[in-house]
T-cell receptor
């Protein structure tokens, strides 16, 4: 019940295309859902996050869609660029501690020029 | 403003030796989290510390692993009598307080056990 399941494991997208990564969770106590971006040799960096009281949040080319009833959330990267090539992790936390995160398994995104 | 600093970046130990991983949080951050990342897997929470206190160690293995965050100096993750299964990337993250969504990760320490 503490798991966050992420798919796909890897994704190849053409430059300018839309990248979509999905996550599902079981624990309805989760109340914070961030996405992190990680480049090789670096630590994860917060990309965008959402709370369950909204269904969508957009920041630039990045959008989180949240479906509370289905217990799913997804990351959409519009106009994908080669510089977006990285590993993306969804995560979840509960009880107000946004530092204690349950991470998904990660998605390796490759954007081809 | 320097980010979260972890050292060493790479650490090689032989089985049975001790590993000490250091983490200096961002300036003004008094909350530190340690995570472990095994190859091809997501990060797994290990421990959450404030200055001089362990708040949540629910993700720490019961034996050989310990963590501290003293009043002065960096946070230390200590692994005694390392085994090959301890080989992983260890990440430290810091925040000004637990409700703050601004969690910053360091670049990690890659531990290799021979």
């Amino acid at each position: 019940q503490q798991q966050v399941k992420q798919s796909p494991q890897s994704l190849i997208v053409q430059k300018g295309g839309i990248s979509i990564i999905n996550c599902a969770y079981e624990n309805t106590a989760f109340d914070y859902f961030p996405w992190y971006q990680q480049f090789p040799g670096k630590g994860p960096a917060l990309l965008i996050a959402i709370r369950p009281d909204v269904s969508e949040k957009k920041e630039g080319r990045f959008t989180i869609s949240f479906n509370k009833s289905a217990k799913q959330f997804s990351l959409h990267i519009m106009d994908s660029q080669p510089g977006d090539s990285a590993t993306y992790f969804c995560a979840a936390s509960k009880g107000g501690n946004t530092g204690k995160l349950i991470f998904g398994q990660g998605t390796t995104l490759q954007v081809k020029p | 403003n320097a980010g979260v600093m972890q050292n060493p970046r790479h650490l090689v130990r032989r089985r049975g030796q001790e590993a000490r991983l250091r983490c200096s949080p961002m300036k003004g951050h008094s909350h530190v989290y340690w995570y472990r990342q095994l190859p091809e897997e997501g990060l797994k929470f290990m421990v959450y510390l404030q200055k001089e206190n362990i708040i949540d160690e629910s993700g720490m293995p019961k034996e050989r692993f310990s963590a501290e965050f003293p009043k002065e100096g960096p946070s230390i993750l200590r692994i005694q009598q390392v085994v090959r299964g301890d080989s992983a990337a260890y990440f430290c993250a810091s925040s000004p307080e637990p409700l703050n969504e601004k969690l910053f990760f360091g670049s990690g320490t890659q531990l290799s056990v021979l």
